[in-house]
């Protein structure tokens, strides 16, 4: 640019625009440093800032990028950038385009792994209220994994071996890859919805955290989750740990432990039964002998040799109380007789006749009321004196 020569604002950012394009150092370049002020649009694309203890960098990284996150990020996270540096001429303001984010010291799956695990947990997934618990002798059995694999082949082996009464059934899916989360999904809403199992067993054989990460998929955790039917997560080897054994009903190391978790062993069970059916033969062995021992003792007596026996023994027993009763009766009765004359004489003695046979009388006016002093009478009131054989009318002439 000639330095005569007046330019426009746009002529200028372009300017500036097409020197940093050209510049093969800002074309492809990682910064690292921490995230602020993130925003994510509805359009679906990411605006940042970028910043360290000496400068920020405002950065944007725009939606066909951001779908291929495998975390969400966040602010005051530590992350690598990669993108080029270049000016938006309209602003005049100079930002990283973002095309690939990574977390700085640990790998996007795990960040991802965790975040979504602390947000299934607070959502209560994982709460050990909501699990189902297995059936103890399961009938109908859905093997949700892929049919190719070695560890559908290791659970029918274990299944038919330890308890060939059930039925077995794998609905197939993929195990791994970007349609394999939606497929196990429908499958086990799928299983739900049929009605046919009574448990359902989901998981694949080993391999690194990006083969099975399937299972750490949110729409895999909720549709675990939804299952009416109990669950048991069987997913790589027993160091392996992912989203679905949290929220399943059961976790087993590997496939091959889930279908020794999921039914009992033919064998144990038959030994039990023959341990009971033992206990249940000496139980009535004892008791048949019991029983003999008592009809041995029966059988000798005196009752059943001749019944009459029986009867003459309660007639003798029956004359005896009989007699107890009378002699009890008669005791009893004299005993209230002697009691009732001393009441009668006690009653007789205190009986006011027995005073006016001594020759004393009981003075009462007409109403029947008794004179107990002179003051009771007048001159002239007419009285009735009752003696021991009557009474005498009188009149009181002086007082």
Not at 43 to 71: N, P, Q, T, W
Not at 125 to 144: E, Q
Not at 367 to 388: M, P
Request: charged share 25%; proline share 5%; aromatic share 8%.
């Amino acid at each position: 640019m000639r330095n005569d020569t007046v330019y426009s604002v746009s002529q200028v950012n372009q300017y500036i625009k097409d020197l940093l394009d050209g510049d093969g150092a800002l074309s492809g370049i990682y910064i690292r440093g921490e995230i602020s002020n993130y925003k994510m649009y509805p359009s679906g694309h990411h605006y940042f800032s970028m910043k360290d203890e000496g400068g920020a960098i405002r950065c944007v990284m725009f939606r066909r990028e951001a779908s291929a996150l495998r975390f969400r990020p966040e602010n005051g996270m530590k992350v690598v950038a990669f993108g080029r540096v270049t000016v938006f001429p309209r602003d005049g303001q100079y930002q990283l385009y973002v095309s690939a984010l990574t977390p700085d010291g640990v790998g996007d799956l795990y960040v991802a792994f965790e975040q979504l695990k602390a947000k299934l947990y607070a959502e209560g997934l994982f709460d050990p209220a909501h699990k189902k618990p297995i059936p103890r002798f399961p009938r109908r059995i859905a093997l949700v994994t892929s049919a190719a694999g070695a560890a559908v082949r290791d659970m029918l082996r274990i299944l038919g071996a330890r308890w060939p009464m059930a039925q077995v059934a794998v609905v197939p899916v993929r195990v791994q890859g970007a349609e394999a989360p939606g497929e196990i999904a429908a499958a086990l809403g799928w299983v739900n919805r049929l009605g046919w199992a009574d448990l359902i067993i989901t998981g694949r054989g080993g391999g690194s955290m990006e083969d099975l990460w399937a299972f750490n998929e949110e729409i895999v955790a909720r549709a675990i989750y939804a299952s009416q039917v109990p669950v048991i997560s069987a997913v790589g080897h027993e160091p392996d740990v992912t989203i679905a054994d949290f929220v399943a009903d059961l976790r087993a190391a590997t496939p091959s432990n889930a279908a020794e978790l999921a039914v009992p062993d033919q064998n144990d069970v038959a030994g039990r039964l023959n341990q009971l059916s033992a206990r249940m033969e000496q139980a009535m062995s004892r008791r048949l002998g019991e029983f003999s021992s008592k009809l041995e003792r029966l059988s000798g007596s005196r009752a059943l040799q001749n019944p009459m026996n029986y009867i003459e023994d309660r007639r003798v027993l029956l004359d005896y109380q009989r007699t107890r009763l009378a002699h009890g009766l008669s005791g009893t009765l004299n005993r209230e007789r002697q009691h009732f004359a001393r009441l009668a004489a006690s009653l007789d003695a205190m009986s006011p006749l027995k005073v006016l046979a001594r020759g004393y009388a009981i003075p009462r006016l007409e109403d029947g009321t008794v004179v107990r002093s002179k003051t009771d009478v007048a001159a002239g009131d007419a009285l009735r004196l009752r003696v021991a054989d009557g009474e005498i009318p009188c009149i009181v002439k002086e007082h």
